[in-house]
């Protein structure tokens, strides 16, 4: 019989692993996060298509932070100089916004189908706006080299 302050993972060969602390093995189970959304396949056009706004953007800062609300999440907040409107209209600088990141302290929150941006880097990204900034439209699957134009180009 397994001790109720005893979380058991992991299955196949070997012993399987355990975690003594009652307290972390009863954290696996209350704040794990709820399962994730499918990421659908659609084709990067009509991905385009269903953007409000489409431009080229420089990415200009980051910083990682505590998101507000009850769920105690990571958010990673992007400063971003927008170079070029394709597509809608937008002011010359905007903030993305994407769940997860690590702060300095080394603590890291990974969210799937979350976009990773790098500092000083362009894209071309498909945003929607959101009550506390922008969001890339698809996740990683929003974004693209700059002279993908081509690949969009009807949507555009």
Known sequence: M????????????GAPRTVEDPVLALSFVLFSPPAPALQLDIAPVELCRRAPLVAIV???DVEVRWAEGPRGDLETRYAVHVAEV???????????????????SGLRQWVEDEPQLEVDRRYL???KPTADGYRVMGGPLGLFEPDARAALAGCL
């Open 2 to 13: 397994q001790r109720l302050d005893t979380f058991r993972t992991g299955a196949g060969e």
């Open 58 to 60: 420089e990415v200009t």
């Open 86 to 104: 394709l597509r809608g209209e937008a002011p010359d600088s905007v903030e993305l916004v994407a769940r997860g990141g690590t702060l300095p």
């Open 125 to 127: 990204a498909l945003l």
